[in-house]
């Protein structure tokens, strides 16, 4: 009978061993594949879908949760770990998904606030919801393509080409917002934070907020100040709750919920929806206002 030496038992499982460190190590240092835009909220995904058209899926990361106080499961974690970019505001937005934003390479995450000359006319400097403001989601637009560019060189003027003809259309949204707006600049406004004077301030409507943009309250001392205005409207974020109801009614206004984050719009929305929208939620409140001024506005 012929006995297999201990050499020849041990060469064969060896031989496995460096094998299986070798499909080991080939996994490692297989590229990932990043295929995807990650954006922090809804409306950074209507800019971003114009800039990236079909080329990349576009996914939003924050969907039915405050931004201010958002923080990534361990599934979005590794998201954004294989994401070929993060677009987000910043700290002053995000707070909590920051320090995660920050772990990333700086060539794969866009921190919006800073990256540009952004308009804040009639807005507080300080407030980052600089996307209700179509100029300022140009420049978005314009800073999504220079960032795709880098990343897929070959694709860069289709992105930036993009970028120009999503700022053309802009300008002419903004004319549009600005003209519908502009009768009603006489017309009181009270705002449950600082957010809406970037929608408003364009067109030299003045906001009067009752709390700041990064989550604060409604101040007793703003609404003692706020109480006698006058007829006006008092705009609160959507949905419409009892409380913003309430408040109104205290100060004698009218009452409206403006969508700021686009939650209702459909899967296909465009940015441009989202501006209409928050246009017609807007005139609807202020169109009960009996003022003579309204009769100025743009129909």
Not at 154 to 164: D, F, G, K, P, V
Request: aromatic share 6%; net charge negative; with cysteine.
């Amino acid at each position: 009978m012929f006995l297999m030496s201990p050499y020849s038992r041990v060469l064969p499982f060896s031989i496995l061993i460096l094998l299986s460190f070798g499909l080991l190590a080939c996994a490692k240092q297989a590229p990932v594949e990043r295929t995807e835009l990650v954006v922090s909220v809804r409306p950074l995904a209507l800019i971003a879908r114009e800039i990236a058209g079909d080329n990349l899926p576009v996914r939003v990361l924050i969907q039915g949760a405050d931004p201010h106080h958002y923080a990534p499961s361990v599934s979005e974690r590794a998201q954004l770990e294989r994401a070929l970019l993060l677009v987000w505001l910043g700290p002053q937005m995000e707070g909590v998904l920051a320090g995660q934003a920050r772990s990333l390479p700086d060539d794969r995450q866009l921190q919006l606030l800073g990256a540009a000359e952004y308009e804040y006319q009639g807005a507080s400097a300080a407030d980052p919801h600089l996307w209700l403001r179509p100029r300022n989601a140009a420049l978005v637009g314009a800073q999504i393509a220079e960032r795709l560019a880098q990343l897929q060189p070959q694709q860069a003027e289709l992105y930036r080409s993009r970028a120009r003809d999503f700022s053309e259309s802009m300008a002419s949204l903004q004319k549009v917002l600005d003209r519908s707006l502009w009768g009603y600049r006489d017309v009181p406004i009270v705002v449950t934070h600082d957010a809406y004077g970037h929608f408003f301030g364009s067109a030299g409507v003045k906001t009067r907020a009752l709390g700041s943009g990064s989550g604060g309250g409604h101040g007793a001392r703003a609404m003692l100040n706020l109480s006698q205005v006058g007829r006006g409207c008092l705009f609160g974020e959507a949905p419409k709750n009892e409380r913003d109801q309430q408040l109104a009614d205290h100060m004698g206004l009218e009452y409206a919920a403006l969508d700021l984050l686009g939650e209702q719009l459909g899967p296909e929305a465009h940015y441009r929806d989202l501006i209409e929208s928050l246009l017609t939620q807007a005139r609807g409140c202020l169109s009960e206002i009996p003022d003579a001024v309204n009769e100025k506005a743009v129909q």
